[in-house]
């Protein structure tokens, strides 16, 4: 998570476009979400989808909830 992070904000500035910090933001609330509800962290657990940090091309949802990747804008 904190190597997202710092991709984001690293890519927002080489861009001038707050796009990237706000994806990140994005995947950063669901995370958070689902730590602080133990129903959502143990369904995450029993699916099998824990975070493994990969994210997929441009503007795909991703596998865990349909969040964004940081590289859309």
Known sequence: MERQKNEAFQLAAQTAHLGPIQGWLTVWAGEVEVERRPDLLA???????????????PGRPTGSGGRRDLMCS
Do not use: E, F, I, L
């Open 43 to 57: 369904r995450r657990h029993a699916a099998g989808r824990a975070p493994t940090g990969r994210r997929p091309g």
